[in-house]
């Protein structure tokens, strides 16, 4: 890897024009083949011009570099401390589940297992299959969290840890909702089997457990003051069993293990969803999506090695989470930047572009051809799709559009809904320095102790740490020289020991800002 991709030196200046669109949260999108300047003269302003006035960011990575020119308009107006990194060992963790409702979770699992017009009945089960346990596990994780004891904590932990008997296998129930939490039980006949057998012995213990929690406090506790300690966690647990009722009922075949059930073939279908289940970054509370882009961060997604059908529906639910905003009253402005927009659109997708203007919510998108998008999206919707994009650029492209021959275009050239589209006009491009992205880069690093946690302070000063997953997975990382524009592979220590670590290292820097504890000197 010798090259960033990068434009390093500026050409000749002449007399052109901005393409930045006006703050109106009406949408836009450029269309042009690679090289023709969509990036340098479309994307770089407009995410410029936003995060200067002070908008949310949301930008899917999808070549692997354009998180540097986020983190290096994020230290140019004076940002650094918004960026946040979703997808990478060094960024921050999200547990993907929490920003879908039931509703657009269904339609997230649905997305990810893909459909059989053939035969639906397997996909369309597998997905109501994941959300009876998700039902099953939330309610559980709500009477968990409504425990405000410590001691009511641990002991519900026990009620929820079920020991191998006659009949049936250990398991434990878990108190956590997360993809990785569903898939546990999900993931096996057995498990699955399991988890429905227990529901009945889980009630009574739960029952048992708030009997206990009730009759071990003094006679002479208040009434009030025990009706409000515990009135959220038996609400809960009401709910929990109105849910139980309902679910048992619909797995209730799982309950026997059978080598020839042919609901093996529900399980199997919801095989796609273990990909995120094992990732750890997509199943920790750390960072919420959502809430982070209520509050102002630049979120860049490290999108790359995520598939078509994840960020499709990854996308979707941002989306659809975000146009919930539109009740609200001052909201934080949101600006969604996607290249290779084509890799995020299906013919079922639904972005709500009209709601979203009312709440503060601008899309940029960038593609190649409007081949592309009427392949994944279909000639109506993507007509649709383009009626709802005020801005339009159409930038150089060997396949003229319908209506503009693009093909004789110059770079930065484009027709433009800027004059009507009665001339081509020339955009500024905005080239940004191989050497300046790089520097941005080297700061965000240090500031993450990406060099400190994976033993690499000597390069610190000279290089910057580059994520690839399978190489990641190999315990290696590449190291790019700053000075000498070259790379290598480098040995970290062992992958699994370096996370922990890492997460250690964080936990412990957090509790050295708020108390007097000596950090570590990893």
């Known amino acids: 890897m010798t090259s960033m991709g990068f434009i390093t030196q500026e050409k000749k200046k002449e007399?052109?024009?901005?393409?930045?669109?006006?703050?109106?949260?009406?949408?836009?999108?450029?269309?042009?083949?690679?090289?023709?300047?969509?990036?340098?003269?479309?994307?770089?302003?407009?995410?410029?011009?936003?995060?200067?006035?002070?908008?949310?960011?949301?930008?899917?990575?999808?070549?692997?570099?354009?998180?540097?020119?986020?983190?290096?308009?994020?230290?140019?107006?004076?940002?650094?401390?918004?960026?946040?990194?979703?997808g990478k060992p060094w960024g921050m963790k999200t547990n993907l589940i929490r920003i879908m409702s039931p509703n657009t979770l269904e339609s997230f699992v649905e997305t990810m297992i893909g459909s059989d017009a053939k035969d639906p009945y397997w996909p369309k089960s597998a997905?109501?299959?994941?959300?009876?346990?998700?039902?099953?596990?939330?309610?559980?994780?709500?009477?968990?969290t409504s425990l405000t004891i410590n001691a009511d904590k641990n002991s519900f932990l026990e009620v929820l840890n079920f020991d191998e008997d006659l009949e049936h296998n250990d398991f434990v129930y878990p108190n956590k909702l997360s993809f990785h939490s569903v898939l546990f039980i999900a993931q096996s006949e057995e498990s699955l089997a399991a988890f429905v057998s227990h529901l009945s012995g889980l009630t009574q213990n739960i029952e048992r457990f708030f009997y206990q929690c009730l009759d071990n406090q003094d006679k002479q506790y208040a009434q009030a003051a025990l009706i409000k300690k515990y009135a959220k966690p038996i609400k809960h647990f009401m709910q929990y069993k109105k849910i139980v009722k309902t679910t048992k009922k619909r797995l209730e075949s799982y309950a026997k293990v059978n080598g020839e059930n042919p609901k093996i073939s529900i399980i199997m279908n919801l095989l796609p969803l273990n990909i995120i289940a094992n990732d750890l970054t997509l199943n920790?509370?750390?960072?919420?999506?959502?809430?982070?882009?209520?509050?102002?961060?630049?979120?860049?997604?490290?999108?790359?090695?995520m598939s078509d059908e994840f960020t499709q529906g990854l996308n979707k639910a941002i989306f659809s989470e975000l146009s919930k905003r539109s009740l609200l009253s001052n909201v934080q402005p949101v600006s969604i930047f996607i290249d290779e927009a084509q890799r995020i659109m299906n013919k079922d997708s639904d972005y709500h572009l009209d709601v979203l203007r009312e709440c503060k919510v601008e899309l940029f998108l960038a593609y190649q051809n409007a081949e592309l998008m009427k392949d994944k999206l279909g000639e109506l919707k993507y007509k649709a799709l383009q009626q709802n994009l005020s801005s339009s650029f159409y930038f150089r492209n060997d396949e003229n559009s319908q209506d503009f021959q693009t093909s004789l275009l110059q770079d930065f050239e484009s027709f433009s809904s800027k004059n009507s589209y009665e001339?081509?006009?020339?955009?500024?491009?905005?080239?940004?320095?191989?050497?300046?992205?790089?520097?941005?880069?080297?700061?965000?690093?240090?500031?993450?102790?990406?060099?400190?946690?994976?033993?690499?302070?000597?390069?610190?000063?000279?290089?910057?740490?580059?994520?690839?997953?399978?190489?990641?997975?190999?315990?290696?990382?590449?190291?790019?020289?700053?000075?000498?524009?070259?790379?290598?592979?480098?040995?970290?220590?062992?992958?699994?020991?370096?996370l922990a670590v890492f997460d250690f290292a964080k936990e412990m820097y957090n509790k050295a800002q708020n108390d007097s504890i000596k950090t570590p000197n990893f």
């Open 15 to 86: 007399t052109r024009t901005d393409a930045i669109v006006p703050i109106n949260f009406t949408h836009a999108h450029a269309i042009g083949q690679t090289g023709c300047g969509k990036t340098t003269s479309f994307i770089y302003p407009n995410l410029a011009y936003r995060i200067k006035n002070k908008h949310s960011i949301l930008l899917y990575d999808f070549k692997g570099k354009e998180h540097l020119a986020l983190k290096y308009f994020a230290h140019k107006y004076d940002r650094e401390n918004d960026l946040i990194e979703i």
């Open 127 to 144: 997905t109501k299959l994941f959300i009876n346990v998700y039902n099953v596990v939330k309610i559980l994780e709500k009477i968990y």
């Open 284 to 305: 920790t509370d750390e960072c919420n999506i959502i809430d982070a882009l209520n509050e102002g961060a630049l979120i860049s997604i490290n999108s790359r090695d």
């Open 423 to 498: 001339k081509p006009m020339v955009f500024k491009p905005m080239f940004l320095k191989k050497e300046t992205l790089l520097q941005a880069e080297q700061s965000y690093l240090k500031k993450q102790e990406v060099y400190k946690i994976f033993q690499l302070e000597k390069y610190e000063k000279s290089c910057i740490v580059i994520y690839d997953k399978l190489n990641f997975e190999e315990d290696k990382v590449i190291l790019y020289s700053i000075k000498t524009d070259k790379s290598s592979l480098v040995p970290v220590t062992n992958r699994s020991h370096s």
